[in-house]
């Protein structure tokens, strides 16, 4: 039904679909969905009925541009951004998954230059300082702002409960890349099941960390970054408070979390 409805949707260039009410009228004659469709205005449903991977794949396949607004919680959670079809930005609310620090975390910049750089007053956007500079080449930039959409867009990933809606022809600021929708999909899955491999070692976000008061330091080296999610870990926020607050992002942060544990400079609560 759905391939059906993409195929509809295709023809009448039209965005406007209620997904839950159509496909539950499946019994109307193609005409009459054909006409159902184009009188609506927007394209809603409710994540219980919908997967992810269904949305966006629908929204690529009518190459439609506009943004796509996940909701949790009667909140708006999270948007993703789209041009003809392909994801061009994401945002995440209350989660910065700033590009600094995923440059630094994955030693393409050391901080003391990321620091210099910020500090600067020349204007622009980080990533063309950085490209300026000669600190990184644009094409790394491009893969770290794709792992930015991925990062974020695993937010909206991980939602099983909520509604979506996409409002065509809406824009974001700003456009640095373009993502083909199979390709974030296959990230997002990737990402996924390393998430699993996390849950492992931290099953759940409601687990409290503390400092390990006799670790072995003797073979532990830790970055700017890892520390700060050292000081944080104060037997009193849950791994979840700290990975969403984490200027890291919420995947990264979690994955050093994890790191932390197996190192044995954190522990669970519970541990003695």
């Not at 990737?190 to 072995?216: C, G, S």
Request: net charge negative; aromatic share 8%; with cysteine.
């Amino acid at each position: 039904m759905l391939t059906f409805l993409m195929s509809l949707l295709k023809r009448s260039g039209s965005s406007s679909i209620n997904l839950r009410t159509t496909l539950s009228n499946s019994f109307l004659s193609t005409t009459q969905l054909y006409d159902k469709i184009l009188y609506m205005n927007i394209l809603r449903g409710d994540l219980k009925d919908f997967s992810f991977y269904d949305i966006l794949t629908l929204i690529k396949n009518i190459q439609k541009s506009g943004v796509l607004i996940i909701e949790s919680e009667g909140e708006d959670f999270g948007r993703i951004y789209f041009d003809q079809g392909e994801v061009t930005h994401a945002s995440v609310k209350n989660s910065p998954i700033l590009i600094g620090s995923l440059l630094v975390k994955h030693q393409k910049i050391d901080e003391e230059e990321l620091e210099r750089i910020l500090n600067e007053n020349t204007g622009g956007k980080l990533g063309e300082k950085l490209v300026k500079s000669g600190a990184i080449e644009r094409e790394e930039l491009r893969k770290f702002l794709k792992l930015q959409l991925v990062e974020r867009c695993l937010h909206m990933f991980l939602i099983k409960d909520g509604s979506f809606k996409f409002i065509p022809n809406e824009k974001p600021k700003e456009i640095n890349i373009k993502m083909d929708v199979d390709e974030l999909m296959l990230e997002l899955t990737r990402k996924y099941d390393e998430l699993m491999e996390i849950r492992k070692v931290i099953p759940n976000d409601d687990i409290v960390l503390k400092v390990n008061p006799e670790p072995n330091m003797d073979s532990l080296t830790f970055s700017k970054d890892e520390w700060e999610i050292v000081f944080m870990c104060d037997g009193i926020k849950t791994v979840g408070e700290i990975a969403w607050s984490s200027k890291l992002g919420y995947f990264e942060a979690l994955k050093t979390m994890r790191d932390l544990i197996l190192s044995g400079l954190l522990l669970k609560e519970e541990e003695e």
